[in-house]
Nanobody, 119 residues
Framework: QVQLVESGGGLVQPGGSLRLSCAASGSGFSNYAMGWYRQAPGKQRDMVAVVTSGGNSNYADSVKGRFTISRDNAKNAVYLQMNSLKPEDTAVYYC?????????????WGQGTQVTVSS
């Protein structure tokens, strides 16, 4: 079982920055693919950024050049640095862990953290 706890959300003005953190419990973190997803009211949950166990990252087109995902395996943590925030970035942000064990894949989610971009 993996527990994920997000932090760092809040209210920020357009053009501002926030850094989200996700702390993971359990062993084997370095083998997990980690990601950030977001869900705005009335919309589906979408991928924002993911980073593989090998450190390769991928981003949604809407955040490329503004957001950066990183991981610290020594701290069992993944981060999302968000710059040049826009009102359309307003959503609940969720941390995700994707664990493959043989032919099986397991997904874990945090409880989410609210990000509101507004003047």
């Amino acid at each position: 079982q993996v527990q994920l706890v997000e932090s760092g959300g809040g209210l920020v003005q357009p053009g501002g920055s926030l850094r989200l953190s996700c702390a993971a419990s359990g062993s084997g973190f370095s083998n997990y693919a980690m990601g950030w997803y977001r869900q705005a009211p009335g919309k589906q949950r979408d991928m924002v950024a993911v980073v593989t166990s090998g450190g390769n990252s991928n981003y949604a087109d809407s955040v490329k050049g503004r957001f950066t995902i990183s991981r610290d395996n020594a701290k069992n943590a993944v981060y999302l640095q968000m710059n040049s925030l826009k009102p359309e970035d307003t959503a609940v942000y969720y941390c995700n862990a994707r664990i493959r064990m043989g032919v099986n894949e397991y997904l874990y989610w945090g409880q989410g953290t609210q990000v509101t971009v507004s003047s």
